[in-house]
């Protein structure tokens, strides 16, 4: 429990470090960490997993969900 405590401390100053900066900063930064490939963003499955888990959870409407699909669509 301690680590598990320790690393949430430390991740809550990392954010809190990125709220600072100004958006182009964190642009640049989630570039260079995807180019170094210390990032890798969350597969398909597990994203498709957690939203199935979170609509059944809050019995979310199908328009909801669909304006939801369309709207992460066109964030590319």
């Given at each position: 429990m301690i680590l598990i405590d320790m690393a949430k401390q430390?991740?809550?100053k990392?954010?809190?470090s990125l709220l600072d900066l100004?958006?182009?900063e964190v642009q640049s930064l989630m570039r260079r960490l995807f180019k170094e490939g210390l990032?890798?963003?969350p597969k398909l499955e597990d994203i498709?997993?957690?939203l199935e888990h979170v609509v059944?959870?809050?019995k979310l409407p199908s328009e909801i969900v669909d304006k939801a699909i369309g709207w992460a669509r066109s964030q590319k």
């Open positions: 430390k991740l809550e990392i954010l809190e100004p958006p182009q990032y890798r963003p498709t997993r957690r059944k959870e809050n």
